[in-house]
């Protein structure tokens, strides 16, 4: 009887690791579809706006968010607990490729958006850095504790306890990344659709638009998967079948929203979807047009790498105070011109009645 107890119960567990790699290999499948769909969707507009621009350092950041994330798929695709020598060390090679240098690029761009929508308020700056660098160290400590025969679910009993607090600390220091910097730039750009007039005069080509969009999106999509990955996480009936699979599709999701959202922000510094009466102000990367220096001298942009902080940053609140100024100069110009005009017709009015 015992043995028969046994036996049943090592078919139950090969069934189950069985219907697991099923699972794992399906998602796979789809997340590399997805990922290659995108690539090819944006190729032409990746190769006008990023490619032939050379070598910037908001083309680096680019490249950091859209490509290194495949390496963990193709990883997955090919796995096997079998057939891969030194699988550890690969799991946490591909890993420390794919996740963290995507998530600090994620985080960067996030950061350098908050700075220009803020109008480079370094204390928000200051508090989405240490929760970026926060959530970097503990994806640190995740690779340090990957193991391909580690169990799917993390909040197994059998599993490091000090794996299971980062990997759970990593979800949620990611949503309260993403709350916080989501919050800022929505409360920042309300201020600034009440400051236009109201969402009737935002154009769907703006900057500001665009912000709106790609943040909604974001926010919704992924927060919406990681707290779904936590929650199935606890959930006694996935039993490691599905745990992992929807945590895997944040990290692609993400470099997709992303990668879009600068491929757009380029295309709109290019002039190609800019409106002549688009009035909103310019939050976008750096221009490739000369500029001048304090000596009156020409400088070639693309000779010089240009910063970060100046491929995202925008006078943000400068063109309302240039574009205010510029309606009460002209204000101005009429008061005068109809007080000119008013003066003129009294003079002719009091010659009418002398004569």
């Known amino acids: ?207 500001v638009a665009l912000i709106i969009r790609s943040g909604t999106l974001y926010f919704i999509i992924i927060t919406g998967i990681q707290l779904g990955a936590v929650i199935l996480y606890f959930l006694r009936f996935s039993q490691g079948l599905f745990s992992t699979v929807l945590n895997d599709y944040t990290l692609i999701i993400s470099s997709i929203l992303i990668s879009r959202f600068l491929l757009d922000l380029r295309s709109m510094s290019s002039g190609v979807h800019r409106s002549e009466d688009d009035r909103l102000p310019s939050l976008q990367f750096a221009s490739r047009h000369d500029r001048t220096t304090s000596n009156g001298e020409q400088t070639d942009a693309s000779e010089h790498w240009m910063s970060f902080v100046k491929d995202f940053e925008g006078t943000f609140y400068d063109d309302f105070s240039s574009e205010s100024s510029e309606e009460d100069d002209g204000a101005e110009m009429r008061m005068e011109d109809l007080a000119s005009r008013a003066i003129v017709v009294e003079e002719r009015l009091q010659r009418n009645e002398m004569l």
Not at 15 to 40: M, N, P
Not at 55 to 78: C, D, E, M, T
């Open 1 to 207: 009887m015992p043995s028969l107890i046994a036996l049943v119960a090592r078919a139950t567990t090969s069934l189950h690791a069985h219907r697991q790699t099923q699972i794992s290999a399906y998602a796979t499948y789809s997340r590399i579809t997805l990922y290659a769909y995108d690539i090819l969707l944006n190729l032409s507009r990746e190769k006008e706006l990023i490619w032939k621009e050379g070598l910037r350092p908001s083309s680096l950041l680019y490249y950091a968010v859209r490509y290194p994330v495949i390496a963990k798929q193709i990883f997955y695709l090919f796995y096997s607990r079998t057939h891969i020598s030194h699988c550890d060390s690969w799991n946490q090679f591909t890993f420390t490729v794919s996740i963290l240098i995507t998530r600090i690029a994620i985080v960067i761009s996030f950061i350098l958006r908050v700075y220009a929508v803020m109008n480079g308020a370094l204390f928000f700056v200051a508090v989405l850095t240490i929760l970026g660098l926060l959530s970097t160290a503990l994806d640190i400590v995740q690779v340090k504790e990957l193991s391909c025969t580690q169990a799917s679910n993390p909040f197994n009993h059998d599993s490091d306890v000090c794996y299971s607090r980062a990997f759970v600390l990593t979800f949620l220091s990611l949503i309260v990344f993403d709350v916080t910097a989501t919050t800022l730039i929505v409360w920042k750009l309300v201020a600034v659709i009440k400051l236009q007039g109201g969402l009737k005069k935002l154009g769907s080509e703006s900057v």
